[in-house]
Structures are given as C-alpha cells and as structure tokens.
C-alpha cells in the first residue's frame, strides 16, 4: 500500500541493484513471472542501467538515492512517502526522476515528499506545506502563495566589469530604482548584483522604462525583472524566523 524513499539510504551493501530491486518485489507480492519484467522497467525509470549488477556499497550518493526510489514505487503503491528523493542526483538524472514522478501521480496515487529545492517541489506538488522549525506556516498551491506571499516582482541588477576586472558600483543605479519607486525594498545585496522588491501596483511598462534609463545611465550589465518565485516565499519565512 504505501512506498517509503527515507533521507538517509537503507540498502543492503552486499546486494547489488538488480538483487535489492528483486528482493522488495517478492516482498511487495510481485508474481514470479513478472519480477523481471518490473525490475527492468523500474531500472529504466531511475537510470540506473548501468550500475545494476554492482554491489550496492560501491554507488555513489546519487545512485543509491535513484535505488532507493525504486524500491518506494516497486510494486506500485497507492501512497508514495519521498524524503528529499533527487538529493545528491545529476541534473539529467533528477529531471529523468521528476517525469517519472509526474507520471505516477498522473495515474491518481498519492505522494508526500520533503525537499529543500523550490524547483523540485514547483514540478511535482500540487500543494506545497513551508515548515520551519517544525511548525507549518503556510499551505497551499504554488500560485496560490506566490499570489499571497508574493511581494510584487523581482528586480535583479547585475555590476559591470571596467577594464582592469574591479567590479563598478552600483549604488547610484540602486537610489535611482529606489527613487523612482518609494515602496521598493533591498531583498539582498551583494558587490555584483543587487535584489530588489517592486510592489505589484508599479506598471511594467514604467518598470521597464526606468530600468532601461538606470542601465544607460549608470552602466550596469543587465538587469532581469520577474514574478516573485516560490523560493523567495520560502526565503521570506526563513528570514522573518
């Protein structure tokens, strides 16, 4: 009934892919005939076909975690508990995983799963929890608190290199933005870049006017303007805490 991927791998060293995949189908009641046929399809899930037939002990961080994710979906539970599954994985590896997830929730089961990746929890939950220090602060979709975590768009301001690599200031363009739009608040800051907050009410069209003016005027390199992203919602409670 229900698949379990904990944080840190619980795998027998002395087994190699393919046997720890074989071993949790008879556990989990795959017939006999089929355990071949569903230990090649969850290898070819997890891109784990290269290392099938090595001792479990020799895997690197990110394989054991893909193994550790075949045994949670061998069997196809209804209920899929994933504890930071993609940690330590290639970008291939975790995009690969993340369509396979997407894939089984697709088909009506249900998964649970703790991640520090934004990114992670914005492809495969349709509602996020943010808990810090052990207390759930808020619930919801990821448009949903975007929309009412969100604090307007995203301004980042990227420094100039003069011609002996110093990086130039950008203080002056920073006042200017700041100027132009009272309510905007410094989110960070550091000597190459600067992070601002633009409240919602600014039109974009007078946003992207005075950020061409502030680049001709105070020569930065580029600036790039945004909705507020899940991981500066997470970002906001971590540093109210």
């Known amino acids: 009934m229900m ?123 349709t509602r996020i929890a943010i808990m810090v220090k052990g207390t759930i602060l808020c619930l919801g979709s990821p448009q949903h608190l975007k929309n009412k975590y969100g604090q307007g768009y995203t301004v980042v301001m990227r420094a100039n290199i003069d011609e002996h690599g110093k990086t130039l200031p950008l203080h002056e363009a920073q006042a200017f933005i700041l100027q132009s739009f009272p309510k905007t608040q410094v989110f960070a800051k550091q000597e190459a870049y600067v992070h601002l907050q633009v409240p919602e009410t600014v039109p974009l069209s007078l946003l992207f006017t005075q950020l061409e003016h502030a680049k001709q005027k105070y020569n930065f390199q580029f600036y790039s303007v945004q909705e507020t992203s899940l991981e500066q919602v997470f970002l906001m409670f971590m540093k109210d805490t």
């Open 3 to 125: 698949g379990y991927c904990p944080q840190f791998d619980a795998l027998h060293d002395r087994l190699t892919g393919r046997e720890t995949l074989n071993l949790y189908a008879r556990l989990r009641g795959v017939p006999e005939i089929k355990i071949r046929e569903v230990t090649d399809a969850i290898i070819e899930f997890v891109t784990l076909h290269p290392h099938e037939e090595k001792l479990a002990f020799t895997y690197s961080g990110g394989n054991k975690r893909k193994l550790s994710v075949g045994i949670a979906i061998i069997g196809d539970p209804l209920f899929l508990m994933l504890d930071e599954p993609t940690a330590g994985m290639d970008p291939v590896a975790r995009r690969t995983l993340w369509t396979v997830l997407q894939m089984i929730r697709s088909t009506g089961r249900t998964m649970v799963l703790t991640s520090h990746s934004m990114e992670e929890c914005e492809a495969l939950c």
